[in-house]
């Protein structure tokens, strides 16, 4: 599903974080250390390889809602932004955490000359955040932010479920 909103080409689909050769930045659903982990975090540093730990190391840890970018080493993006979404029952308030993700994720692309960036539905595996809050509070931010973008053309939402793509799907679409 494909949307133009403020001149941002804006799509969800389902597939694999680590597999989106043409996107310049993925963004990483993190552990505060940077470390490899499961779920998006292990794809991710799996295909980097182990340069992307190394790189994140100096930074961390780092706490929810933050982002921070590194080099993509052996994935097909040029960057890695790496987010810490907010353990859902323990990080509060979740919905102001979790979009100041997506928030700090788009002005490091901003300010990294980035074009296109994909993202995970962060804090919905391990995190425990319901994906049918997650997912409006997410298209939300991303559409408030999106009249404010001057380098990022294109966004898209990597969605490992159906059940997931649907619920990204109905936000985007109540935009
Ligand atoms: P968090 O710790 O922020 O909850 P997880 O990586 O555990 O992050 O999960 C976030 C979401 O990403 C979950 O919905 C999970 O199913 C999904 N996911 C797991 N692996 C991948 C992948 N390789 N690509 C895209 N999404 C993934």
Redesign the pocket.
């Known amino acids: 599903m494909n949307t133009i909103l403020h001149g941002i080409e804006l799509e969800c689909m389902k597939?694999?974080?680590?597999?989106q050769p043409d996107m310049e930045a993925v963004v990483n659903?993190?552990?505060a250390e940077l470390m490899m982990?499961?779920?998006?975090?292990?794809?991710?540093h799996r295909a980097a390889g182990p340069e992307l730990a190394e790189a994140g190391a100096p930074m961390a840890p780092i706490k929810p809602g933050e982002a921070v970018l590194t080099e993509g080493f052996r994935l097909p993006n040029d960057v890695v932004i790496h987010?810490?979404?907010p353990?859902y029952g323990k990080d509060k308030p979740e919905s102001e955490l979790l979009q100041a993700c997506y928030w700090n994720a788009l002005r490091q692309a901003e300010e990294n000359n980035i074009k296109s960036i994909a993202f995970?539905?962060?804090?919905?595996?391990?995190?425990?955040?319901p994906?049918e809050e997650a997912a409006p509070a997410a298209m939300e931010e991303i559409a408030a932010q999106s009249r404010n973008l001057e380098q990022v053309e294109k966004i898209r939402f990597?969605?490992?479920?159906s059940q997931?793509l649907k619920e990204y799907e109905k936000a985007l679409s109540r935009l």
């Open positions: 597939g694999d974080i680590a597999k659903a993190a552990n982990g499961g779920g998006v975090a292990g794809a991710l987010c810490l979404g353990v995970p539905s962060i804090s919905t595996g391990a995190f425990g955040y994906v990597v969605l490992f479920s997931d």
